[in-house]
């Protein structure tokens, strides 16, 4: 009976199954560097131009105004919030009133219209991220955001890979700090830090057996 198949077809379906896994492993790794790329994830250290040239540097370090005060919605939900121009103008509508730099936000108070601001730190669309749950139980704006109180135009400080996110679900105690801290910048960690954060975890009643579940960050 004739053979269906050439003595040439083991070493075809050989090749095959090893040229299949080669082609596999490639497209993972193009995806992983990709994923990591700033192409996907913004430029690290990189100040993003914005419509108004608004100094965090400024507001935040020099005149020292809380965190809160434009990003009202961090303590209570997963969105930072930007602030809309009525917050900006319940200062600047008394102080550098005639200013050519804030004429867009004179603009937008007076017409109704958002100011459309230019997006800084990128997390990956598939992963969920609560601002508040992260600000009222100990983790600082600087953690993430970096000395945006030395910034002239933010820019994006840390990678924000999972990788990144996962050195904190895995040992909060290293960065977790006292909550009336949080808003405060240049704070030294004490140098007790993982007993101090370790008592903080425990008050807290952080479980870090559950931070590292993919359902935390990815619903």
Partial sequence: MKQAFGPGANTFAKLSLLGGGLFTVLILGLLFVLDHSPY????IGVAVNQPVRFSHQLHSGVLNIDCRYCHISA??????????????MSCHSQIATYSELLEPVRTSYATGEYLIWNKVHNLAQHVYFNHSAHVNVGFACETCHGR???MP???QQESMTMA???QCHREPERFIRAVDQVYTFGEPAPANQIDVGLQLVAAQGIDVSRLSNCSICHR
Avoid: K, S
């Fill in 40 to 43: 996907t994830r913004g430029p």
């Fill in 75 to 88: 303590e209570q939900g997963a969105y930072g919030g930007i602030p809309d121009t009525h917050t900006c």
């Fill in 148 to 150: 945006v109180d030395q």
């Fill in 153 to 155: 135009l933010v820019w």
């Fill in 164 to 166: 990144w996110c996962l």
